[in-house]
Nanobody, 114 residues
């Protein structure tokens, strides 16, 4: 059974930082592209993806230059470093197996507010 468990969210002031983590199990983590999505009232948005070996990273224009995706295949773990947070980054963040949001975890809430 595929399991994805996100953590690391919280309340942060504008300009602050957070590091999100995702623990994966139930599949061969190292052979899959992994992604982050976020859900805000406006809808579900793709945030970032990373290739199987971690050498290729891709970002939505809205987060490029501020967020950094990474992975540790030895730990079956996916990460998202969020810097320069803005109020519009407030959302539930999900990690996902593959390039789509079909298989994703329960999410971790990020709230950016002063």
């Amino acid at each position: 059974e595929v399991q994805l468990v996100e953590s690391g969210g919280g309340l942060v002031q504008p300009g602050g930082s957070l590091r999100l983590s995702c623990e994966a199990s139930g599949f061969t983590f190292s052979v899959f592209v992994m992604s982050w999505f976020r859900q805000a009232p406006e809808g579900l948005e793709w945030v970032s993806s990373i290739t199987e070996d971690g050498t290729g990273t891709y970002y939505a224009d809205s987060v490029k230059g501020r967020f950094t995706i990474s992975r540790d295949n030895s730990k079956n773990a996916l990460y998202l470093q969020l810097n320069g947070l803005k109020t519009e980054d407030t959302a539930m963040y999900y990690c996902a197996k593959g390039r789509t949001s079909s298989f994703r975890g329960q999410g971790t809430q990020v709230t950016v507010s002063s």
